[in-house]
């Protein structure tokens, strides 16, 4: 579905990932943690070339974003990048458009629907998320949660192979959380390809059918849920779900 190879990405002198090596099966979900700056995002935002890679190749269903010859071709960036939806900590949905119409607007600009169909199926997703009664509604009158539901609903429309979440909960008050959770928990269990960057870490338990811990631009840990959470290897790994699960131990050691 998804392979990574040998992939780098500076900013001038500073070099977040160091060499990623890194396979995805179809309907597999991946959850990627780790400490601020370890490269999450930076790796999120490569798998659909948001981000150009320093060097390295990104390839989607045996189809690279650039060819083997390094040659950089925009169409066919953008119509690799259809099949690939990602959820931002922001929400990003356009403020004088309502929830409908903020989940047609790329299918029409991007996949080329008519109107009629590209409102079809916004409808569609925005009943899948929980939004049916609320699609009138503009940004302003929607709550956090709802409109990162919208911003879901916006990706899923596009009917893409892979989903990307990165952070998605990060911006949201803690009471509005869970119901961003529970959409995602449906898509996993209606085996959607995905990768998830989250701080939530009994849901990356819960998800997950593999977790991979980062830090400082490497894989430094990776495995199924339930032994890299009860029986990580690394130590660095159990450092960090150690200061993770049991915050007080931090205050304790500043104070």
Known sequence: MIEVEKLHKSFGENEILKGLD??????????????SGSGKSTFLRCLNYLEEPT???VKIEGHYFVDPHGKYNEKHIASLRTEVGMVFQRFNLFPNMTAIENVMAAQIKIRKKSKEE????????????GLGERMDHYPRQLSGGQQQRVAIARALAMEPKVMLFDE???????????????????????????????????FAEEVGDRIIFMDKGVI??????????????????????????????LKENVN
């Open 55 to 57: 060097s390295g190749r």
């Open 22 to 35: 890194i396979e995805i099966k179809q309907g597999e979900k991946v959850v990627i943690i780790g400490p």
């Open 220 to 249: 430094v840990e990776e495995g199924h849920p339930k032994e890299f959470f009860h029986h990580p290897k690394h130590e660095r790994t159990k450092a960090f779900i150690n200061k993770v699960e049991h915050p007080e131990l």
């Open 118 to 129: 590209a409102k079809k199926t916004a409808e569609k997703y925005l009943i899948k998320v």
């Open 168 to 202: 998605a909960t990060s911006a949201l008050d803690p009471e509005l959380v869970g119901e961003v959770l529970n959409v995602i928990r449906d898509l996993a269990r209606e085996g959607m390809t995905m990768v998830l960057v989250t701080h939530e870490m009994r």
